[in-house]
């Protein structure tokens, strides 16, 4: 991953903007939806600071009296919310400066999304912010809440805080953020912080991740990016974040602004610039989702939930149906389902009805509904199964209870069975639905988890937590001594790489067919001719690959056949000579590349070799560098890893060595220098010869 360099000096140095003592609304008007709005949400959170509003026409607004200007105020202002226009924008901050302010939030828009004048705009209002000391959120941003500290400077309609708040929200688009809030609350998940940072002129997401990271509040962050404009500071936050306990959920649109890939380099075709960016959610152990529901229904279960010991996955339900859709929802996600011990059957069977059977998914079949404490003891008894790392009960909770308490026993069973073990467990809703303030009462009464987030989200949210529960952080790699070397043929290529530990294929350079003929007569098993030239990347297309070539004296006239074909086809191209080689055959062909992200850096893509890494495109992907256990998880999530592993009779491939070849590959490209735009072996053979590299390839900028 790229280098982590020091946070900036300022970065703790937020509180007085996310927690501030007093706030200047500063252009406050009542003919301004964002005015009313934002005096709105800070008189609904229940604010007990002062509360300035500014105009410089004076006068009452929004039912106060205004001053005329922050220093007209003569008391201390922790932060203002700036809504005036982009034209007054500049001088607006010498009164800020005049008054102590040292945070602002700029809802104005017209800055860096508006093009290259809307950028130098911007910049000059970052500079003027910053020789007053005064950090910046925004511009084009609706604000941020703290529901916590009861603070909103927040420009369009919130709800009031709720109880029991435990989640985050930061996102690049207010408009999105809203969109969140609005969603948050009609599934009653309660917030601790929203942050809307537009267009990050100076606080960044990065920033806004840290502070949170120092709050006690969230135990997890909601994230939505558009981009990231400062890498490093990002893998730093999202450390900090992770050290703090706290779990990071993303979603992010677009790719990163790759523009110089190598169209001649297959790596940048093959895995694409969203990949760069999944690689670096695996290797920061970041939770990444694909749409607005799944993010706030994944961050909110993680905020609440215990982490799993093991992988597999234990549901119970009072329909044989719904446990049916949910053995088939959990395979398509690759979830296990675990079967029961002897043990946790017989367990079972002494609390099941007669007529249920012991299996998993457990259907407790409608008798549950009259005795709920069998849902108690069902839960228990399947959590001791050592196989089981979660729970899950698909139950909707009731909208109200009802007069005669039944809804209230019933959830008082469930939760006294989840609160019985010592595994993350939680009630889930059958279809997404909506919760009510009295059901989420009652969930909470009892310490009971309940998502309404339907068993499709909630599913998808428990493999997460599942898959990143033991997550531990990469290791750190060493860093990279650089050579002056610059390799840009196929020999060339090979040599270097066996000069970093990789195995390579034996060849020697031929430049007659006598020569041709003393080399294949030495080797004394068929070989493989090919063409030794800087300018053809693509030897077959010229004639520049001949297979299978027995005995010395066919080896001979394949080197002038060869010669021939690739003169007529590139008579320009410089050669070098012809590469002779011992034919290889059988074992398991891969891929390994690597590449230049244009934002994050050098990375490693690993895929199965020769044809299929273009036709099949099953590759993994990290950022460099990486260790022997990244390469190993990197070759368990290849689909077709089944071939490493004696597919039909083939022999085993040792993934211990081929990560160790991996690896060699990535630092001998780290070593090279960042001019290297790719670095592609294929294919690697994994056989009865060892790990070969076969074919190697530099394109370099």
């Known amino acids: 991953m790229p280098a982590a360099q020091p946070p900036s000096a300022s970065a703790s140095s937020l509180e007085r903007l996310f927690s501030p003592r007093s706030v200047a609304l500063v252009g406050a008007s009542e003919r301004s939806i964002w005015s009313v709005s934002a005096f709105d949400n800070i008189s609904r959170f229940g604010f007990d600071g002062p509360l300035h509003?500014?105009?410089?026409?004076?006068?009452?607004?929004?039912?106060?009296?205004?001053?005329?200007?922050?220093?007209?105020?003569?008391?201390?202002?922790?932060?203002?919310?700036?809504?005036?226009?982009?034209?007054?924008?500049?001088?607006t901050f010498d009164d800020l400066q005049q008054a102590g302010i040292t945070s602002a939030v700029i809802l104005s828009s017209g800055f860096a999304e508006a093009g290259a004048d809307g950028l130098a705009r911007q910049q000059a209002m970052t500079e003027k912010a910053a020789?007053?000391?005064?950090?910046?959120?925004?511009?084009?941003c609706l604000g941020f809440a703290n529901y916590t500290a009861k603070t909103a400077i927040w420009t369009t309609p919130l709800r009031r805080p709720m109880p029991n708040a435990s989640m985050a929200i930061v996102s690049q688009s207010?408009?999105?953020?809203?969109?969140l809030e609005q969603f948050a609350y009609q599934q009653r998940i309660a917030l601790t912080h929203m942050v809307s940072t537009g267009n990050e002129a100076d606080i960044t997401v990065a920033d806004v991740i840290e502070?949170?990271?120092?709050?006690?509040?969230?135990k997890s962050i909601a994230l939505f990016l558009e981009t990231v404009r400062n890498p490093e500071r990002f893998i730093i936050a999202a450390n900090k974040a992770r050290a703090a306990g706290k779990q990071i959920v993303v979603l992010k649109v677009g790719s990163s602004e790759a523009a110089a890939k190598a169209a001649q380099a297959h790596t940048g075709s093959l895995v694409g610039d969203d990949a760069v960016f999944n690689a670096l959610c695996l290797q920061l152990g970041i939770a990444r989702v694909n749409s607005l529901e799944e993010l706030i229904i994944t961050t909110d279960m993680f905020a609440r939930m215990k982490p799993a010991k093991s992988r597999g996955l234990a549901l119970l339900a009072m329909s044989g149906g719904l446990c049916e859709i949910a053995v088939d929802q959990a395979d398509e996600l690759g979830m296990s389902i675990p079967e029961l011990s002897a043990e946790t059957k017989a367990a079972l069977r002494e609390v099941l009805p007669t007529f249920a059977t012991p299996a998993n998914p457990v259907d407790m079949t409608g008798g549950a509904m009259m005795q709920p404490e069998l849902i108690s003891k069902a839960i228990n008894a399947i959590a001791q199964d050592p196989?089981?790392?979660?729970?899950?009960?698909?139950?909707?909770?009731?909208?109200?209870?009802?007069?005669?308490?039944f809804a209230r026993n019933f959830i008082k069973h469930v939760s006294d069975g989840f609160n019985s073990i010592d595994k993350p467990g939680l009630m889930m809703s059958h279809t997404f639905s909506a919760v009510s303030s009295e059901g989420k009462a009652l969930a909470d009464e009892f310490g009971l988890v309940y998502s309404g987030g339907g068993l499709n989200q909630t599913l998808k949210a428990l493999g997460q937590i599942i898959a990143l529960s033991n997550f531990k952080p990469a290791e750190i790699a060493s860093a990279i001594p650089q050579t002056d070397t610059r390799p840009n043929t196929e020999r060339a290529v090979l040599d270097y790489l066996a000069s970093h530990g990789t195995g390579v294929i034996p060849g020697e350079i031929v430049n007659s067919a006598e020569d041709a003929r003393r080399v294949a007569d030495t080797l004394n098993c068929p070989v493989v001719l090919k063409i030794a030239s800087p300018d053809i990347q693509h030897k077959t297309e010229v004639g520049g690959v001949m297979l299978n070539i027995s005995g010395g004296d066919s080896a001979a006239t394949a080197y002038t056949k060869m010669i021939e074909?690739?003169?007529?086809?590139k008579p320009d191209a410089h050669l070098d000579g012809v590469i002779i080689s011992p034919m290889r055959s059988g074992g398991v062909e891969l891929f390994v590349g690597t590449m230049q992200d244009p934002q994050w850096g050098p990375a490693i893509t690993v895929g199965l070799g020769g044809i299929w890494v273009e036709a099949l495109k099953d590759t993994s992907l990290r950022l460099l560098p990486i260790t022997e256990n990244d390469a190993l998880d990197m070759l368990g999530e290849l689909r077709g890893g089944v071939l490493l592993d004696g597919f039909r009779g083939a022999p085993v491939v040792n993934r211990q060595a081929?990560?160790?070849?991996?690896?060699?590959?990535?630092?001998?490209a780290l070593a090279l220098g960042p001019d290297l735009v790719s670095l592609e072996v294929n294919p690697i053979l994994a056989s009865e010869h060892g790990i070969e590299a076969l074919d190697g390839l530099t394109v370099w900028a």
């Open 174 to 179: 207010g408009a999105l953020a809203g969109q």
């Open 53 to 91: 509003l500014i105009n410089p026409k004076g006068g009452v607004i929004h039912g106060r009296q205004t001053a005329t200007s922050c220093s007209a105020v003569g008391e201390q202002i922790d932060t203002a919310l700036v809504m005036v226009p982009e034209a007054v924008l500049l001088e």
């Open 658 to 668: 081929l990560a160790r070849t991996i690896v060699a590959i990535g630092n001998a």
């Open 565 to 569: 074909k690739v003169t007529a086809a």
């Open 131 to 140: 020789s007053a000391g005064i950090r910046l959120l925004g511009p084009n």
């Open 211 to 218: 502070y949170l990271a120092e709050q006690p509040e969230p």
């Open 387 to 405: 196989a089981i790392g979660a729970v899950g009960f698909v139950f909707d909770v009731p909208t109200k209870d009802d007069k005669r308490g």
